[in-house]
């Protein structure tokens, strides 16, 4: 993704003078060992809330008045005879009740339940005008409000799995508006872990091998998307496969309870509750999956795009459908990736997957896809697309009445240039042009595109700049920034890393693919490097810069490619293309590390590289 200054973060995209291009020798070199996984854990199942049901006093959690852990007339406690009674004021007021825990690492299991109680004088039952908010760290649960009173307590559960080894804060926060009470009752909170070690003994990312076989029919806009999918993969590790997480990332974009994605009538397992602020969905499998064995499971889909020009919302007549289509989890020696979307940059990590998908859709509608896509009659009124795409990591759409302009690149790339209305036919083929070029030069420096047709969709009302997504980018009428997202097919696509703790290792090399597309040389960029303090580094996660957002383009961006400026002023011209064409020749389909990376780059030298990762901040 190239960010935009609209997003307090400015990507330097177009600070750097020109650079001659240089001539990549294609051999391939050896992919770096994995590291060996660190030992497991071992689980030993606990309880880790203290005073769940507040029969002891207050201690230890954080109250924000004294009257909110109490025994006083007016609510009942669920067990014993005392509990948290939030808001019930009547006006404008908030309370809050909170502390924090530690969840022991490797077991297979976490869960946090509470019983709550809500009771309202409201009596609208369309508007939440009162409303509770539980989170565990900075990750939203579920909101309650005013529409869901009840007579009695009612246990809530979450899968907190993902939060294992950490120490983290269970919050819950009540907000009344300025008239009619609505009380928000807690009691008997617990946060129970346990299940045997989990993490594989290997380092092996699984499931592997995942095809992915999906057919949805729209209404007649394009935003609401329903119908079914099936995964099929294989359980690479030594490790049985007890489950499987689905990613359902553009919850994101809604809540918990109204989510844009949902899943239901789970076929080859069983669902369990959302977590992760209801991104990841677990499936128990119906038995557990020996190494090479293979499985599927079903289920069928519903996709609500939100208004807004985004990655996933509608501009207009214009849906724009990433990260929409539930995707597997990974999991390695460091258990399940289980990370939180961030809306900075990506969370997404997944492995090459074969995908086929059917979208039945009014003929007025034109629908872009990754993949290659046919088009034949459907119902009256309507076309059926079917997209079929080898080895990517995920898939996306969109649909509207784009005008639609294609070409060929030089090289024998099929391009195609989707614009919404108020591009203008310059400004599209422009885009074109741009396209063919860029695609041709990142593919004889990289290597060859191997995704058939390319779908690039131009909407000048992104906020976001521009997004990357197999075969299929979304972006403004820029040059650079559309280099920059093709650049992508090769960094994450082609050459996948861990998005979410990586970030480095697609959008700087990315950026550095462009610079090198656009004949810019870095030169002296590296000169103006100020670091903002010492745990800020090149290699930090998005859970960094999430929390230093205004430093994330100039630091992930900026100061990462020129750091390849500078290993290529170290290695020299030659010896630099010949190590990033042989990387992505190695890492062709797999999974970059930035330990890989840098292996790969000692090998290529005689030159001692620590000081020079130690200078430019690359860890790991």
């Not at 949805?216 to 690479?236: C, Q």
Request: proline share 4%; charged share 15%.
């Amino acid at each position: 993704m190239r960010p935009t200054p609209r997003k307090a973060i400015v990507a330097r995209l177009l600070s750097v003078a020109a650079l001659a291009a240089v001539c990549l020798p294609s051999a391939p070199a050896a992919a770096a060992p994995h590291a060996a996984p660190a030992a497991a854990a071992a689980c030993t199942p606990a309880q880790v809330v203290t005073n769940g049901g507040f029969e002891s006093g207050t201690s230890p959690w954080t109250q924000s008045s004294t009257s909110v852990i109490t025994n006083r007339s007016g609510q009942s406690a669920h067990g014993g005879s005392s509990f948290a009674w939030l808001d019930g004021v009547g006006s404008t007021h908030t309370d809050t009740l909170s502390q924090s825990v530690t969840i022991p690492s490797g077991c297979s299991s976490a869960s946090l339940t509470f019983w709550l109680h809500i009771d309202t004088a409201e009596t609208t039952s369309s508007t939440a005008y009162d409303k509770l908010t539980a989170k565990i760290g900075s990750t939203t649960l579920a909101t309650y409000s005013n529409l869901n009173k009840a007579s009695g307590y009612a246990q809530k559960s979450f899968d907190v799995s993902a939060f294992a080894g950490q120490t983290v804060t269970v919050a819950f926060t009540g907000t009344e508006d300025s008239s009619l009470q609505t009380s928000f009752v807690l009691d008997d909170i617990a946060l129970s872990t346990s299940g045997d070690t989990t993490p594989p003994a290997d380092s092996v990312r699984t499931p592997a091998a995942p095809a992915y076989t999906v057919s949805l029919s729209s209404n007649t806009s394009g935003t609401v998307w329903t119908g079914h999918e099936s995964a099929t993969f294989t359980n690479a590790s030594s490790t049985a496969l007890s489950e499987v997480y689905l990613r359902l990332w553009d919850n994101y974009h809604g809540t918990c309870t109204a989510p844009p994605i949902t899943v239901s009538n789970v076929t080859g397992g069983t669902a369990g509750a959302l977590s992760v602020a209801c991104t990841a969905l677990k499936i128990t499998l119906a038995s557990p999956l020996a190494q090479g064995q293979s499985t599927s499971v079903g289920f069928d889909l519903g996709i609500t795009v939100p208004s807004g020009a985004d990655r996933f919302g509608y501009d207009g007549a214009f849906s724009f459908i990433g990260n929409a289509l539930p995707v597997l989890a990974v999991k390695d020696g460091a258990g399940w990736h289980l990370d939180p979307y961030t809306n900075n940059g990506e969370s997404f990590y997944s492995l090459a997957a074969d995908f086929k998908v059917t979208l039945d859709h009014p003929t007025s509608l034109l629908v872009p896809a990754t993949g290659t896509s046919v088009d034949t009659p459907g119902s009256s009124g309507r076309t059926v697309t079917t997209a079929t795409a080898s080895k990517v990591r995920d898939f996306a759409w969109a649909a509207g009445p784009f005008t639609k302009i294609s070409g060929t690149s030089p090289a024998g790339t099929a391009v195609n240039v989707y614009s919404v209305s108020g591009i203008s036919s310059a400004n599209a083929q422009s885009m074109l042009t741009t396209a063919k070029s860029a695609v041709d030069a990142h593919a004889a420096r990289f290597g060859a595109y191997p995704y058939g047709e390319l779908d690039a969709v131009i909407d000048n009302n992104f906020w976001f700049g521009g997004m990357e997504y197999p075969g299929f980018v979304l972006d403004l009428v820029s040059t650079t920034a559309l280099t920059h997202e093709i650049g992508h097919q090769w960094f994450y696509g082609i050459v996948g890393d861990d998005e979410y703790n990586s970030p480095w290792l697609d959008e700087a090399f990315t950026d550095y693919a462009t610079d090198l597309a656009q004949n810019k040389t870095g030169a002296s960029c590296w000169n103006s490097v100020s670091w903002a303090s010492s745990a800020e580094k090149i290699t930090n996660s998005m859970a960094y810069w999430d929390a230093h957002s205004s430093r994330y383009s100039t630091v992930i961006y900026g100061y990462g490619k020129c750091t390849l400026h500078d290993l290529r002023r170290l290695l020299g011209d030659t010896a630099m293309a010949k190590l990033l064409k042989d990387y992505a020749t190695s890492h062709w389909y797999g999974v970059s590390t930035t330990a890989e990376f840098k292996a790969a780059a000692q090998a290529a030298t005689t030159t001692d590289l620590t000081s020079f990762w130690t200078t430019h901040r690359i860890e790991g």
